[in-house]
């Protein structure tokens, strides 16, 4: 279902491309017997995950979608943003603006049809480390840059992109991942968690997915400081319902989510 977050821009959806369970090896540093303690403590018996995609229709800005999903990568349990777009009445033709957190295939893979391009009118905004990372690798990433060549803007760190919207780098799990800050309310902030459930108790957990988890949790810390101590509003690449827009409160060296 998707959640709608009306901040002092406009209005923020954050539609659910797709699900999985993620296995026990996505966080390799998490013995089994700690691993069911936090479980249980949230009361769930699996590590579950969704992918999150954002539309921004904000009065006087290009539609924006931040990130776009899986596509055709990860088979029939994702791949869901079109139908959800169309639902709404928005054709992939109409987007004029795609803000991407970072390359991995469940971010960006929803922007290609093998090598096609799914949004033909939209300029695609990444943060310049990331365009680095993956060209060249024949990942999702460069097929990516190869496809929408001549299309990608690169940004870089604290750049306002348009009023109000502004990139927050956030590195670790790729060198060019990043957030967003929207009007000084809410911040996008892309993968700096992968499972809140035994990340926000334990924030030092990394998963298998970041290219340097020293600075993985460098960057989450830093943000999830920030946002409990702002009151900032937040919503990630793979938070779950119901509240996919929250809050953060510190208890000790920990975190728990409560409602925006």
């Known amino acids: 279902m998707n959640q709608v977050y009306d901040c002092a821009l406009g209005r923020v959806t954050c539609l659910v491309d ?11 540093s998490v013995e089994p017997d700690y691993r069911l303690a936090l479980l249980g403590a ?4 699996e ?3 969704e992918f999150n995609a954002f539309l921004l229709e904000l009065p006087g800005q290009p539609l924006t979608l931040v990130d776009v999903g899986c596509g ?4 029939p349990d994702a791949g869901k ?4 777009l169309a639902a709404q009445g928005i054709a992939a033709s109409d987007v004029e603006r795609v803000i991407f957190t970072h390359l991995h295939g469940d971010h960006v893979g929803g922007a290609l049809d093998g090598d096609t391009q799914v949004f ?3 300029e695609m905004l990444v943060h310049k480390d990331e365009l680095t990372r993956w060209w060249g690798t024949g990942r999702p990433g460069d097929l990516f840059q190869s496809v929408y060549a001549g299309r990608i803007q690169p940004v870089c760190d604290a750049q306002e992109l348009s009023p109000g919207i502004v990139t927050w780098h956030l590195p670790g799990h790729t060198p060019g991942h990043m957030g967003l800050r929207l009007a000084d309310e809410l911040v996008i902030v892309g993968d700096i968690m992968h499972a809140e459930v035994l990340q926000l108790p334990d924030p030092q957990i990394a ?10 949790r460098a960057s989450r810390l830093a943000a999830l400081a920030e946002i409990a101590d702002r009151g900032l509003v937040y919503a990630g690449g793979h938070q779950l319902g119901p509240s996919k827009f929250g ?3 510190r208890q000790g060296k920990s975190f728990v989510k409560v409602a925006a």
Request: without cysteine; charged residues 20%.
């Open 18 to 28: 797709g699900a999985k369970v993620f296995g026990a090896e996505v966080f390799p």
């Open 42 to 45: 949230a009361g769930v018996t």
């Open 47 to 49: 590590i579950r995950t």
């Open 72 to 75: 055709q990568l990860f088979g």
């Open 81 to 84: 943003l079109a139908g959800l």
């Open 120 to 122: 033909p009118n939209a």
């Open 207 to 216: 998963s298998m997915y970041d290219d340097d988890p020293e600075i993985g």
């Open 247 to 249: 809050r953060l409160k």
